[in-house]
Nanobody, 113 residues
Framework: QVQLVESGGGLVQPGGSLRLSCAAS??????YSWYRQAPGKQRELVAS??????TNYADSVKGRFTISRDGANTVYLQMHSLKPEDTAVYSC??????????WGQGTQVTVSS
């Protein structure tokens, strides 16, 4: 059974930093993403990274967020210079070799003074 467990969310002041982690088990993955959903808004792709290391970022986070991968089953999202508009539930997504998507439970990030 595939399981993704996220950690690292919390409350941070504007301008602060957080690092989110997502550890998976139960499959082999080839594509890794972080999404976020703010209250009343649609879920949006924040960043993604391929098995080969190619990355992609939403324009709103370029230069502030960094996605990285450690081995096949752990992905990180390092967030700097956080803004109140970054407040959302962040979820990791991993796609396995059969192109099935798997999701973490989500972790709350709140940016507020």
């Amino acid at each position: 059974q595939v399981q993704l467990v996220e950690s690292g969310g919390g409350l941070v002041q504007p301008g602060g930093s957080l690092r989110l982690s997502c550890a998976a088990s139960g499959s082999i993955f080839r594509f890794y993403s972080w999404y976020r959903q703010a209250p009343g808004k649609q879920r949006e792709l924040v960043a993604s990274i391929t098995w080969a290391g190619s990355t992609n970022y939403a324009d709103s986070v370029k230069g502030r967020f960094t996605i990285s991968r450690d081995g096949a089953n752990t992905v990180y999202l390092q967030m700097h210079s956080l803004k109140p508009e970054d407040t959302a539930v962040y979820s990791c997504n991993m796609r396995d070799l059969l192109n099935s998507d798997h999701w973490g439970q989500g972790t709350q990030v709140t940016v507020s003074s």
